[in-house]
């Protein structure tokens, strides 16, 4: 069993950037990916990004791609997560995950942390 623990989030006007932090503790060792959801209030949790931890592999959402960066220090076993040009759409709660094939599923996810809001206002 894994824990993560997400930190970074807070508030930020449409344009600007954010970034969050992910620390990971426990069993990690099977994992092949970590990643990040979201969720905005009355919608359903959605993929944001993963990265694989057994190669420099990213994938993201079409939503945030060219926006968001995601990277994995294995070392510090840490997940980050940059965000520019940030919208209103952008305001949810940012789950870390860590899981199995890419992470972009809900039924790859063998762990969630607790979730950091951002909110992005116009």
């Known amino acids: 069993q894994a824990h993560l623990a997400e930190s970074g989030g807070g508030s930020v006007q449409a344009g600007g950037s954010l970034n969050l932090s992910c620390a990971a503790s426990?069993?990690?060792?099977?994992?092949?990916?970590m990643g990040w959801f979201r969720q905005a209030p009355g919608s359903e949790r959605r993929w944001v990004g993963s990265?694989?931890?057994?190669?420099?592999?990213?994938w993201y959402a079409d939503s945030v791609k060219g926006r968001f960066t995601i990277s994995l220090d294995v070392a510090k076993n840490r997940l980050y997560l940059q965000m520019s040009s940030l919208t209103p759409d952008d305001t949810a709660m940012y789950y870390c995950?860590?899981?199995?094939?890419?992470?972009?599923?809900?039924?790859?996810?063998?762990?969630w942390g607790q979730g950091t809001q951002v909110t992005v206002s116009s």
């Open positions: 995950v860590i899981g199995r094939r890419t992470c972009n599923h809900r039924y790859d996810v063998d762990n």
């Open positions: 426990g069993y990690t060792d099977t994992a092949s990916c």
């Open positions: 990265h694989s931890t057994r190669s420099g592999d990213r």
